[in-house]
Every structure is written in structure tokens, then in C-alpha cells.
């Protein structure tokens, strides 16, 4: 079973410019959500992806956008980067509707820095 | 706000020791509880999961436990060994939503010593 894989590991990108996050869903998950993890803290959910539409969305402005696509991989935009867009971005995928049978699995996340 | 939360965000035990880690939620609407564990430059990896019409679950070295009444979860691992190392996160769901959008707590640095 081939688990969520996420692309690139680390990212440096400046103040200002946009950047394309890309994810691959576990095989059998069909829905694809994504967090934001500041140091020291917890992951925030920003949104998540289910037969191509957003399905779900956080605390998080429209400058944060997503796809998802047939294949049920997925990229997460960024455009106008903020310095504290700072932060390990994570990739999580499920079976869509299955909140009770299965815990969400995550990818070992991309690093963006803004500086 | 309603949000999940920990009691502890340093825990230091030596090796062979048991473990427990505490999260109190607010939202008494939340169903379904599921622990992290987080290393170091890696993404959370599931360790165990409950729902609310239990108060125990049991896994390879770790229980889960459930008190609803105080809504409080805890994360016990048995004989703690040095690769036990590592965040743990609790974090919670509602389910009955169109979407799966888990609440995180801020985390616990568990530190085993040899």
C-alpha cells in the first residue's frame, strides 16, 4: 500500500511570490485534506478535496486556494506569501465518508520557508 | 472557542517506565479521538483511535482512554522505549459533516531517557 507522498520536502521562496505545494493520496483514498503546522504547534486544517471541489475549509483567506484531480492527487496554492506562511504543510487522505472507520493519514509534509 | 488541549507540553520519563498523556477537549459534540505521534522532520503517524461510545481501547503498548463526563483523553504507553520519543498530538472530529476536519491540541514532547 503505498502511502501519501508529498513533493518538494523543503521549499525557501520570498515575501510576496506564490508557491504550488503537490500531494499523492494513499491508494483507495478518494478525498484529500490539508493542514498547516506552525513550529511549536499543532496542525491547522486549511481544506479538503473530494470528487475535484472543495469540500470543507478553515480559518484560512481565499489567497489559499487548492485542486484535486481525477487521479485524487492534489496541490495546495499560495499566492502573495505572508512571512508567517512559515510552516511545515501537510497532506492527509481518506475514504470520503468514512470519518468513523479510518483515522486520517498524513505525509511527512513540505517545509516553506518565507523569507 | 471550543478546542482540544493538553495539560502538559514536556513529559520525561526513563526507559522502561509507563507513560501517560493528558488532552482535555471542549466540544462536547466531538465523537471520534485519535492520538499522533510525531518525529522530528516526519508528518503525524496515527498510534491509536477511539469513539465516544467507548471509554478503552488497547493497542500494542497503548491504551486510550476516554472520560467523557470530564472530557478528558489520555494516552498511556507501556514500558517506554527511547524510539517512543517524539510529539504526541490528540485531536478530534465531529462526525455527521460532509467533511473530515480533525481539531489538533498543541502537543506533548514526550522525552525518554535511557
Known amino acids: 500500500e503505498t502511502g501519501v507522498t508529498q513533493s518538494p520536502t523543503h521549499l525557501i521562496k520570498t515575501r510576496g511570490q506564490q508557491v504550488t505545494l503537490r500531494c499523492s493520496s494513499q491508494s483507495g483514498h478518494n478525498t484529500v485534506s490539508w493542514y498547516q503546522q506552525a513550529l511549536g504547534q499543532g496542525p491547522q486544517f486549511i481544506f479538503q478535496?473530494?470528487?475535484?471541489?472543495?469540500?470543507g475549509r478553515g480559518n484560512f483567506p481565499p489567497r489559499f486556494s487548492g485542486l484535486q484531480f481525477p487521479n485524487y492527487s492534489s496541490e495546495l496554492n499560495v499566492n502573495a506569501l505572508e512571512l508567517d506562511d512559515s510552516a511545515l504543510y501537510l497532506c492527509?487522505?481518506?475514504?470520503?465518508?468514512?470519518?468513523?472507520?479510518?483515522?486520517?493519514?498524513f505525509g511527512n509534509g513540505t517545509r516553506l520557508t518565507v523569507t | 472557542g471550543e478546542s482540544v488541549g493538553l495539560h502538559l507540553p514536556t513529559l520525561s520519563v526513563q526507559e522502561g517506565d509507563n507513560s501517560i498523556i493528558n488532552c482535555a477537549y471542549s466540544?462536547?459534540?466531538?465523537?471520534?479521538f485519535i492520538w499522533y505521534k510525531q518525529e522530528s522532520g516526519k508528518g503525524p503517524q496515527f498510534i491509536i483511535d477511539?469513539?465516544?461510545?467507548?471509554d478503552k481501547r488497547q493497542g500494542q503498548r497503548v491504551t486510550v482512554l476516554l472520560n467523557k463526563t470530564v472530557k478528558h483523553l489520555s494516552l498511556q504507553i507501556a514500558a517506554t522505549q527511547p524510539g517512543d520519543s517524539a510529539v504526541y498530538f490528540c485531536a478530534e472530529n465531529r462526525s455527521g459533516g460532509s467533511n473530515y476536519k480533525l481539531t489538533f491540541g498543541k502537543g506533548t514532547l514526550l522525552t525518554v531517557n535511557p
Open positions: 478535496y473530494y470528487r475535484e471541489e472543495e469540500n
Open positions: 477511539i469513539r465516544s461510545n467507548m
Open positions: 492527509a487522505s481518506s475514504r470520503h465518508g468514512d470519518s468513523l472507520n479510518s483515522p486520517l493519514h
Open positions: 466540544n462536547s459534540a466531538s465523537d471520534y
